[in-house]
């Protein structure tokens, strides 16, 4: 263990704001989000790429921040959950997933609201098939994902053509 | 979880020069793959270092070993532990000395159970990395008795 | 006071991390209190030495052998990286038939590892096995080591206020009244002075409620660092080695009595549970199981020898279906196997041998009262909605072509609102009885209605439901209701049982919520019918121009609920004397109408709602892979009156997802030495939404006699999912003479029964004794 540890200066852009922070080399993407800058939206749940609770949208393709370290994320442009909303109303994935009751404790919903925001952004209309691919790595513990799916579809009904 | 190993193979050494080279931890210690050093507490307890690492878990073990059996020339047998980061070993291992027509069979035997953290993350690559350890050890042993 | 649950950097200083791994001199707490069940627990069990951190011998992998507190969790590890352990290996016992050998001890203090033994016996079973047509031997069964795995892990806050030594915990702990009351005796503190807060909680499905043992550690790190907040974040892989997992359970030596018509008449049977290293909320699970005794089904003989074991590994905590699941299964087992010996198919079997409609309420053979039901209506409904002839006409033409397809039921309880005073049936001393639960329903200075509730939620719509039945009471909108979410001790409204566990809000904690609205419009109808110079009985509660109000109708005269308010708080020269007992804040306090179970019988009424849920599942096991895959799937409900049907789904979805999880992807492994093989999400594969089918849902209402709504406890699910996927395994692999023996499936454990013929062969397990 080194007596000290350097810092790297890195710039980013979050949810539209541009971030200049310095961090130690092994500062995971997910700490920087929740520690530095205090969007505790993004949440840890398995510290090893599986749950999908960390998944943030990086550069508009979604990534589990816990298994990016902060210096990759240099340059880059990240939206947290936090960066969802629009002009202070919930983005219509958000709405779509509580009027389908489509969380119960909501640990996993920040990243699951990326991970849809990032399928219907390339596909307007996913299959049922095409839903569960896109959520494969966001584990739900609580509502066995059939609210997630109806969730999901109801989104791709209200944002079509947005 | 444990690895067992086991093997023999022969030396043009006589048992009694074999048996005094095995029991020497200063002399065979060094052969160990990846060894850091050693200190020796007296004659039967000594303490090696040696850099483990798997995949991404690295670090240096601390061994503590101990001369159990020592029945000059036929047979001498180590118990040791030790600890590295997200894991602690215990293995033991034997040699049974028998003489051949020109110098010595070596037979060797040991087991090292793997305990902690490091089984359940890097439980599959433990036993080949084990084995190809301990083959590196033993081919270092026959280079030493040429 | 630290901010509550945000990250270090909102702080006015950092706050430490505390990184719970190894032993540390600072927590030094062997002159303290233990932290295991002591008013559950009778000599010997009760001897066992259970600290927060290992003392001299760590009894399973993960168990915490020292604290280390530092300003950030990277800063920790690197500490942890300096710590060596030197660890001399004992000989491990991970088996719970092994462990009562007695060959190597786990707690030397209790001398044994057996934990609890007792027999639970009732009616005549000798005679029953004498007339009996059909006797099956079942030789062993196994359920498995699962845990339902919250999201969110175990996070504690603590500080310790060295002026007054208050303890303030922020944390996740989902059964708050139950661990203080550890707490208080550990730390040696007032259990006044320990301020238990929690907010929104991501999962618990009973894990949390064990996590206490931290709690107290992180109390003891701020004490030592002069009243500094601390902060524990559990890391996955600690969560899955050191939190808790369920209970496994082995079923040895089951006989089952039947006559010529396959009605069961007598079960015995012994079974052995495992508790892994410490016994903490155990042995209550030695009886919680009997609250199902019978299942759904009339026998009324049985004989259960029961035993508790301690083994080296996580110690078990009360997980989703607590104890109930393994005997439920058992029994789906026995049903099963029963059925497929003597020749009679599954769902007829079951009608032959249900608790029929008409006979409720009814009366188990130890005591219980099921309140309401209709098991034969949910088969056909369950059978309508799968297509079950369909089902049956494709199975035997895909069997033709060598396909291996079962068809299977299960049918299972969901006991909630439980009797602790079946906790005097392990523990004769045990102080425990009956249930209970608070809340508190007032109008706030300015006319707001607020409600408080002792239970700790983690999703499950409290705050929704709370509001709807105050709403109800006061006429008025649910969203003029404003619920304060989450648990607090200062909040007074919490009795001793108050948490979120045992399918139970629904009654218990809307009954006291609805019994608090009451107490309040009581009281606002005799402050309004003074106010308007009225009968109480002439006032009526309603919305008006000016908000939510009391009205006379023989006047048209109103108050609103600012008006009432603002006289009591603020205004109060005007009422006089004989109102001043008016306070508009109103606690009250439901109980449960329990009596205390007849302790040497193990006999009484031990939970107050029982709802069902009955599943039919198609699984194909593939002929190359052997991996089994769900084809179809439905799931029915009753859990009596429905208050919030979307919620009442979302909770029935979601209890079937942890089943079929649980039976296909999620067991706790351990390799010979004891090392947890499974302790990453990786390696434990919680269930994704690639694996979990669509799930068809239907229900009924059989509304219970036993709440003021007729609405059961249903949060639990009785684990329906495991029953019916080790019966439809069952079917698909009878005719290559295989007995699905563990609860736990997967490619591998059927390749080595089919192919392998290493496990799970019938012809060793089970045999048919036919004496017509």
């Given at each position: ?79 947290t ?16 997933f ?21 399928l219907?952004?390339s596909?307007?209309?996913p299959n ?12 739900c513990?609580?509502?066995g ?13 209200n944002?079509?053509?947005? | ?22 029991t ?12 850091q050093?050693m200190s ?43 600890s ?20 010595t ?14 089984t ?11 084995k190809?350890?301990?083959q ?11 | ?13 950092p ?10 001199q600072?927590?030094?707490s ?36 020292a604290a ?5 969790p990277?800063l920790?590890?690197d ?39 007792g ?5 005549d ?9 059909y ?12 845990s339902?795995t ?8 603590a ?8 303890i ?6 989902s ?17 006044d ?15 949390k ?45 089951t ?27 155990e ?21 259960i020898?029961?035993t ?35 020749g ?9 041998n249900?608790i029929?409609p ?12 099921y ?19 369909g089902?049956?006409?494709?199975q035997?033409?895909l069997?033709?072509?060598g ?10 309880l ?17 102080p ?13 200075i300015?006319g ?7 239970s700790?939620p ?8 709370a509001?709807?039945?105050v ?22 409204v ?14 218990s ?6 019994g608090?609205?009451?107490k ?16 109480e009985d002439?006032l ?29 708080n603020?205004?109060?020269?005007v009422?006089?004397?004989e ?36 599943h ?33 789904e ?5 209890a ?9 992807l ?8 004891g090392?947890?093989?499974?302790s ?41 999912p ?17 007995i ?5 499936n ?7 029964a089919?192919?392998?013929r ?15």
């Amino acid at each position: 263990m080194p007596e000290t540890i350097e810092r790297v200066p890195i710039k980013l852009k979050v949810n539209g704001k541009s971030r200049a922070v310095s961090v130690e080399p092994r500062t995971l993407l997910v700490e920087l989000l929740r520690e530095g800058l205090d969007l505790t939206g993004t949440h840890v749940g398995c510290d090893t790429t599986y749950c999908g609770a960390c998944t943030v949208l990086m550069n508009g393709a979604a990534v589990k921040s816990c298994t990016i370290y902060a210096v990759q994320a240099d340059d880059a442009e990240i939206v947290t959950v936090e960066g969802l909303e629009i002009d202070g109303q919930l983005h219509p994935i958000q709405k779509a997933f509580g009027e389908s009751y489509g969380l119960q404790c909501g640990y996993c919903t920040p990243g699951l609201l990326l991970s849809t925001y990032q399928l219907l952004s390339s596909n307007k209309q996913p299959n049922d098939k095409e839903i569960r691919k896109a959520i494969a790595g966001n584990t739900c513990r609580c509502t066995g994902y059939q609210n997630i799916f109806k969730a999901i579809r109801l989104a791709a009904q209200n944002t079509k053509g947005t | 979880m444990a690895i067992k190993f086991g093997g023999e193979f022969e030396v043009k050494w006589k048992p009694e020069e074999v048996y005094d080279f095995l029991t020497d931890p200063k002399k065979f210690a060094p052969l160990l793959p990846d060894f850091q050093g050693m200190s020796e507490q007296d004659p039967t307890h000594f303490t090696v270092k040696v850099k483990v690492g798997i995949s991404y878990i690295k670090g240096v073990a601390e061994v503590k070993m101990e001369l159990t059996q020592a029945d000059r020339p036929k047979r001498a047998q180590y118990k040791g532990s030790g600890s590295v980061a997200g894991g602690n070993v215990s293995l033991t291992a034997g040699f049974d000395l028998s003489p051949v027509a020109n110098g010595t069979k070596v037979a060797w035997q040991g087991e090292a159970q793997i305990f902690g953290r490091l089984t359940s993350v890097a439980g599959g690559l433990l036993e080949p990395l084990g084995k190809k350890n301990v083959q590196k050890l033993i081919d270092g042993l026959q280079a030493a008795m040429k | 006071m630290p901010m509550l649950g945000s990250s270090a950097s909102t702080l006015p200083r950092p706050k430490p991390c505390l990184e719970s791994y190894a032993r540390s001199q600072a927590v030094k707490s062997n002159r303290r209190p233990n932290l295991s069940s002591k008013s559950a627990q009778s000599p010997p069990c009760s001897k066992i030495r259970d600290y927060p951190l290992a003392i001299s011998t760590a009894l399973y992998q993960g168990e915490p052998v020292a604290a280390i507190v530092a300003e950030s969790p990277s800063l920790a590890e690197d500490a942890a990286e300096l710590i060596q352990v030197e660890y001399e290996s004992l000989e491990p016992v991970l088996d719970a038939e092994q462990a009562l050998e007695d060959k190597s001890i786990l707690h030397q203090e209790m001398g044994t590892n057996k934990v609890w033994n007792g027999v639970f016996e009732y009616g005549d079973v000798d005679k029953s096995f004498q007339e009996a047509a059909y006797v099956v031997h079942i030789d062993r069964l196994h359920f498995h080591r699962f845990s339902s795995t919250p999201l969110e892990n175990n996070v504690v806050i603590a500080e310790w206020n060295p002026k007054d030594d208050h303890i303030y915990y922020s944390c996740n702990n989902s059964f708050p009244s139950f661990a203080i009351q550890f707490l208080a005796a550990h730390l040696t503190v007032h259990i006044d002075r320990i301020r238990v807060q929690t907010a929104d909680i991501g999962g618990s499905f009973g894990i949390k409620i064990t996590n206490y043992p931290q709690m107290a550690v992180c109390a003891l790190a701020s004490k030592k660092s002069g009243g500094r907040p601390i902060k524990w974040v559990e890391t996955r892989s600690e969560h899955m080695t050191s939190s808790a997992h369920g209970n496994e359970r082995t079923f040895r030596d089951t006989r089952v009595a039947l006559d010529k018509d396959g009605v069961i008449t007598a079960i015995a049977s012994r079974h052995i549970d495992d508790c892994g290293a410490y016994p903490r909320y155990e042995p209550l699970g030695c009886v919680i199981w009997s609250q199902v005794f019978p299942g759904v089904y009339q026998f009324k003989n049985a004989r259960i020898d029961f035993t508790q074991a301690v083994t080296n590994k996580c110690p078990v905590g009360p997980n989703r279906g607590y104890s109930r699941m393994q005997h439920l299964w058992f029994l789906e087992r026995v049903v099963d196997i029963c059925a497929h010996e003597i020749g009679i198919p599954a769902d007829e079997m079951r009608l032959r041998n249900y608790i029929q409609p008409e006979e409720f309420p009814y009366t188990t053979p130890n005591g219980c009262v099921y309140d309401s039901g209709n098991y034969p209506k949910m088969l056909e409904i369950a059978k309508q909605l799968i297509g079950w002839d369909g089902w049956k006409k494709k199975q035997a033409e895909l069997r033709k072509e060598g396909r291996l397809i079962g068809i299977g039921i299960g049918t299972t309880l969901d006991s909630g609102t439980n009797n602790f005073g079946q906790s005097q049936i392990v523990n004769p001393g045990a102080p425990f009885s009956g249930n209970s639960q608070g809340a508190n329903c007032k109008l706030d200075i300015y006319g707001e209605v607020v409600v408080a509730v002792g239970s700790c939620p983690q999703g499950q719509g409290h705050e929704t439901t709370a509001a709807q039945v105050v709403a109800d009471v006061l006429s008025i909108s649910p969203d003029l209701i404003s619920v304060r979410t989450g648990f607090d001790t200062e909040r007074n409204v919490h009795t001793g049982f108050s948490g979120t566990y045992a399918s139970q809000f629904a009654v218990s904690g809307l009954s006291a919520v609805h019994g608090a609205a009451q107490k309040l419009k009581t009281e606002m109808k005799r402050l309004a019918a003074f106010v308007l110079e009225t009968k109480e009985d002439d006032l009526e509660f309603s919305t008006g121009a000016q908000g939510p109000e009391v009205r006379a109708n023989s006047t048209g005269k109103s108050i609103n609920y600012w008006g009432l308010a603002n006289i009591v708080n603020v205004n109060s020269a005007v009422l006089p004397p004989e109102l001043h007992e008016i306070t508009l804040n109103c606690r009250y306090i439901w109980r449960a109408p329990f009596k205390v179970p007849d302790k040497q019988k193990k006999y009484g009424n031990l939970t107050l709602t029982y709802a069902s849920q009955l599943h039919i599942a198609v699984v194909e096991v593939d002929r190359e892979t052997f991996i089994p895959k769900i084809l179809d799937y439905v799931a029915v409900d009753d859990c009596g009156t429905v208050i919030n049907p979307p919620i009442v789904e979302g909770q029935v979805y979601g209890a079937t997802a942890h089943g079929i999880g649980a039976a296909l992807l999620e067991n706790c492994v351990y390799d010979a030495v004891g090392n947890m093989l499974t302790s990453t999400f990786s390696d434990y594969t919680p269930i994704t939404a690639l694996n979990m089918p669509t799930v068809r849902y239907g229900h009924i209402e059989t509304p219970s006699p036993h709440s003021y709504s007729g609405a059961k406890g249903m949060g639990e699910g009785g684990a329906a999912p495991i029953h019916t996927i080790s019966a439809a395994l069952q079917d698909a692999l009878f005719s290559n003479g295989i007995i699905i023996e563990d609860s736990f499936n997967n490619a591998d454990t059927l390749f080595r029964a089919v192919v392998g013929r290493e496990i799970y062969q019938a012809d060793k397990l089970v045999k048919l004794d036919r004496r017509v």
